[in-house]
């Protein structure tokens, strides 16, 4: 049975820093994302982290947010430097592998002013 599992989230000042962590049981990241979704708007892609290394971040993010994966490659990471209001969310982690998509249950990041 394939789970993720996400933690780190929680409540931060704004300019302070948090680490999202998602651990995969049952498969391994090929595609590994970083959604998020604030209260009355739609869930969007905040970072992208391909085996091999390859990164993309959203506008919003870049400079800020860093992704990154452990080399077992069953634990995806959200590294979120110098964090906003805007940045309140709950974040979810994405899995794509082997044609399957998984997603996590989410983890909640409320950034105070």
Do not use: H
Not at 38 to 52: C, F, L, S
């Amino acid at each position: 049975q394939v789970q993720l599992v996400e933690s780190g989230g929680g409540l931060v000042q704004a300019g302070g820093s948090l680490r999202l962590a998602c651990v995969a049981s049952g498969i391994k990241f090929n595609l590994g994302r970083w959604y998020r979704q604030a209260p009355g708007k739609q869930r969007e892609v905040v970072a992208a982290n391909a085996r091999g290394g390859s990164t993309n971040y959203a506008d919003s993010v870049k400079g800020r947010f860093t992704i990154s994966r452990d080399n077992a490659e069953t634990t995806i990471y959200l590294q979120m430097n110098d964090l906003k209001p805007e940045d309140t969310a709950v974040y979810y982690c994405n899995a794509y592998t082997d044609f399957q998509e998984y997603w996590g249950q989410g983890t909640q990041v409320t950034v105070s002013s």
